[in-house]
């Protein structure tokens, strides 16, 4: 059974860092694209980072490049996303997606964060 369970999110104010988890089961992260994507209240979906395992790849939007860093534990099966110096427009509900040619395939059902004073 392929499954993606995001982890710590919650309420932190503007200025302040979370980590993010997504532990995957069913698969390994061996030789595999994961990404990390978001919904805001109201917004539509926007991808922020990717990884690839097994090789240097990392990858992020313009908006979080220099504060958010994906790395993964494969030994662990899980996706990390470090989310530092967070601005209030980081709210919102954060997906891990496991990356296939073309797309994605399984979703995570996300863990909200909260970026308010």
């Known amino acids: 059974q392929v499954q993606l369970v995001e982890s710590g999110g919650g309420l932190v104010q503007p200025g302040g860092s979370l980590r993010l988890s997504c532990a995957a089961s069913?698969?390994?992260?061996?030789?595999?694209?994961m990404h990390w994507v978001r919904q805001s209240p109201g917004k539509g979906l926007e991808w922020i980072s990717t990884l690839r395992s097994g090789a240097v790849e990392t990858y992020y939007s313009d908006s979080v490049k220099g504060r958010f860093a994906i790395s993964a534990d494969t030994d662990k099966n899980i996706v990390y996303l470090q989310m530092n110096n967070l601005k209030p427009d980081a709210t919102a509900v954060y997906y891990c997606?496991?990356?296939?040619?073309?797309?994605?395939?399984?979703w995570g059902k996300g863990t909200q964060v909260t970026v308010s004073s």
């Open positions: 069913g698969f390994t992260l061996r030789a595999v694209y």
């Open positions: 997606a496991r990356g296939i040619v073309g797309g994605s395939d399984y």
